[in-house]
């Protein structure tokens, strides 16, 4: 399966700012996709990272809080803005290749706001 | 809404078999059975899938009912890495995209 490497694995951040992560594949992959674990949650999809056009959001999530590119097949990023409390979280990129497939997560990246 | 329902926790002796349930009584005809595994601080892990034979692989055993109502997901000989919450989950095959995470099932492996 394709390996799959997050930047930052965690962070601290203060209120009100904005934090991109990154996600990069060791190959060439279809889909990609951002999720959120909150504390002691399981895990919600925020959305599917399309290559070459905008990212389709699931309800509740909103472009501007968190903005998504795909410039290629094997690299997305993700940015939390504006950030609160609210939103410390565990973000997961995951991939996959072909439908119906199973898809394959990173090991996230820790966010916490102060 | 849930289309799975697992028990929220589960122990298990190492080095035994652990037999993880899952009720999923609404599946429809082109939706296959998704177990993953999630251990402390890391992504979730897949584990196996299957539509309606029994499926091996070198981590697990998955046997789905005839009527596919439910299914049940078998680690051999648990060890104490085997302790991980443990997500059984149901999707389209024809689909791409959404895995519908439910609360899954707490397993604790224990010497």
């Known amino acids: 399966s394709a390996v799959i490497s997050q930047k930052p694995s965690r962070d601290i951040c203060q209120r009100g700012t904005s934090l991109t992560i990154q996600c990069q594949v060791d190959?060439?992959?279809?889909?990609m996709f951002w999720y959120r674990q909150q504390p002691g949650q399981s895990l919600t999809l925020i959305a599917t990272?399309?290559?070459?056009?905008?990212?389709?959001?699931e309800s509740g999530f909103v472009i501007d809080k968190f903005p998504i590119s795909r410039p290629n097949l094997t690299f997305s990023t993700l940015t939390v803005s504006n950030m609160s409390p609210e939103d410390s979280s565990i973000y997961l990129c995951?991939?996959?290749?072909?439908?119906?497939?199973?898809?394959?997560f990173g090991d996230g990246t820790r966010l916490s706001i102060l | 809404d849930a289309k799975t329902t697992q028990p929220p926790s589960m122990d298990c002796a190492e080095g035994r078999a652990a037999n993880l349930p899952c009720n999923h009584s609404t599946i429809s005809g082109n939706e296959y059975v998704y177990w993953y595994r999630q251990i402390h601080s890391q992504g979730p892990q897949y584990i196996i899938h299957?539509?309606?034979n029994n499926e091996t692989n070198e981590m697990a055993s998955l046997i789905i009912t005839e009527d596919r109502k439910s299914s049940t997901l078998i680690l051999p000989h648990a060890t104490l890495r085997d302790t991980a919450v443990y997500y059984c989950i149901v999707r389209d095959g024809d689909s791409w995209g959404k895995l519908q995470f439910g609360a899954g099932t707490q397993v604790v492996v224990t010497p």
């Open positions: 990272a399309n290559q070459g056009s905008e990212a389709t959001y």
């Open positions: 299957g539509l309606k």
């Open positions: 995951s991939v996959e290749d072909t439908g119906g497939q199973p898809q394959h």
């Open positions: 190959s060439q992959v279809t889909m």
